[in-house]
């Protein structure tokens, strides 16, 4: 071990269950001395036969050594009470999600842990700084969130309160290295930084399905297909559980005093009231059955190339020189002819950013019934997506996508939306990830690593947003705010100076 984190050599871990195993389990084979205690005194003897199974699988794997695996066992101590953790340099506290249960307990370890015992809570949402509220000796106490499964995520947000001292944070951050993490130092508050960015993801998503702008497997297909993303939203939240992202999500929701960027959905409630909480229950957005997904087909027109003809000549705008180039580059292949005007009966193929389609056909004075629109700042070589105003005729909707999958590429028909789906998806990220930077909460490489290494994000949210342009992303939070006149699609004002700037959302104040 490194001199900085020399002092601390053994380490105490307060619940034994899934998170409190994988945390013992990584300390362990780091080489650090392991105390394991749980409130039921079955459990830590339990939890240490659950870890040999899980090293006896690496070892078939050939990750393991046999010796490697019986020195880690033999560092893992189950205890029987709290007063055993007296000598440990660090405590980790990974008992249940509930803040008195917490409490309580930390004000037990304050009294019974020497004194130059770290305490660390891997609270997940619950502020340290109220987890601490009853103990004597706050400067030692700070949070250490570790990511499920523990053994295979590599991040870790190390939390400091106004009153944590900057020495405990050093040790904490150079133990996180120790063990293998890559630690990110972030501000305490509810959902400290993942559990604040993350929740974004989940509820543009939420607000699309409840404006019935596509279905959660069209919705996931495109963040998926278009956005790059791993998953989609809807996929996340049957794999964790409704039963799990729903309480904590309301949470944040209540303790940010009703932020309008955390609110969830009356549908999304009553999924979850109804007992269909994904993937353990057989049902959530999407129906399962033996672990598949089942009666979830995406539209025949997203699986395949149209049968449709393609127009004859159409009519082309965009609001990026770069988008026009792409829609003309298309047509010419495609062998359609370009108008230099608008014609009666013609098919209007237009690119907006951030607004729907009626918006650009006010704009323009074009015929809404011959007007599709189409995302050509997302999924243009991989997935597009196209729409159209209310009332659209059938025919330039059909040749439309015909010439949309001409050269092969798929294409998903969505309702009017303003940004499409991954415009406003990721503008909605980003600009919260801009909040989360004017509140100071963590460092602009943190929270751009944090998501990719906690969340699986493609890009950090600030990265995603210099990838379009500071720019870019504010016409499209402004055309959103401006369509809904809700607080939810604000600009933050970290965005606000930055776009009109054209600078980079990293650049600092």
């Not at 020189?321 to 002819?337: C, D, I, R, W, Y």
């Not at 439309?400 to 309702?415: R, T």
């Not at 909605?428 to 509140?439: E, F, K, R, S, Y």
């Amino acid at each position: 071990m490194s001199e900085l984190n020399a002092q601390i050599q053994s380490v105490g871990v307060v619940g034994a269950g899934t998170m409190g195993r994988g945390i013992a389990q990584v300390c362990a084979q780091a080489g650090f001395q392991v105390s394991l205690f749980d409130a039921l005194p079955q459990v830590p003897e339990q939890s240490k036969a659950a870890i040999q199974k899980a090293l006896l699988k690496l070892i078939e794997k050939g990750k393991l050594s046999e010796t490697d695996c019986k020195a880690t066992l033999d560092r893992i101590n189950p205890r029987q009470s709290l007063e055993d953790l007296f000598h440990c340099d660090l405590v980790i506290e990974a008992a249940i999600e509930d803040l008195e249960v917490k409490r309580e307990l930390f004000k037990r370890l304050d009294e019974a842990c020497a004194i130059s015992t770290i305490l660390a809570s891997n609270t997940s949402a619950i502020p340290i700084s109220s987890i601490a509220a009853r103990t004597e000796h706050r400067h030692r106490i700070a949070g250490l969130h570790f990511m499920n499964p523990v053994p295979l995520m590599k991040l870790v947000e190390v939390i400091q309160t106004p009153v944590t001292s900057d020495g405990v944070i050093e040790r904490l951050l150079g133990f996180s290295k120790a063990i293998g993490k890559t630690p990110i130092l972030v501000k305490d508050g509810p959902g400290f930084l993942v559990g604040n960015c993350a929740r974004a993801f989940y509820t543009e998503a939420l607000r699309l399905l409840k404006e019935c702008i596509a279905s959660p497997a069209v919705i996931d297909r495109i963040i998926r297909e278009a956005g790059g993303y791993r998953m989609g939203p809807f996929e996340v939240i049957d794999l964790v559980g409704l039963d799990v992202n729903y309480p904590s999500s309301k949470a944040l929701f209540e303790d940010s005093f009703f932020e309008p960027r955390y609110q969830l959905t009356s549908g999304y409630k009553l999924l979850v009231e109804a007992g269909f909480l994904g993937r353990k229950t057989g049902m959530g957005f999407y129906r399962y059955q033996e672990g598949q997904t089942v009666g979830q087909a995406v539209e025949t027109h997203e699986q395949a190339a149209s049968s449709a003809s393609l127009p004859k000549s159409a009519w082309l705008w965009a609001e990026k020189s770069a988008g026009l180039e792409m829609l003309t580059s298309l047509a010419k292949k495609a062998g359609v002819v370009v108008l230099k005007e608008p014609s009666p009966g013609a098919l209007c193929l237009v690119a907006p950013i951030g607004r729907d389609t009626v918006s650009v056909v006010k704009q323009l004075g074009i015929d809404p019934g011959n007007t599709v629109a189409v995302d050509t700042l997302y999924g243009w070589s991989s997935h597009r997506t196209y729409m159209a105003c209310p009332g659209v005729r059938p025919e330039p909707l059909a040749c439309a996508k015909s010439l949309l999958q001409s050269d092969g590429v798929a294409a998903s028909q969505i309702n009017d939306s303003p940004g499409f789906i991954m415009q406003r998806f990721q503008a909605v990220i980003t600009n919260l990830a801009c909040d989360l930077m004017q509140q100071g909460l963590a460092s602009a490489d943190a929270l751009n690593q944090g998501m990719k290494l906690g969340f699986n994000f493609p890009q950090g949210p600030l990265e995603a947003g210099d990838a379009l342009g500071s720019e870019t992303v504010l016409t499209i939070i402004q055309a959103l705010y401006s369509f809904y006149e809700e607080d939810r699609y604000r600009p933050s004002p970290w965005l606000k100076r930055r776009g009109r700037l054209g600078l980079s959302l990293t650049t600092p104040d």
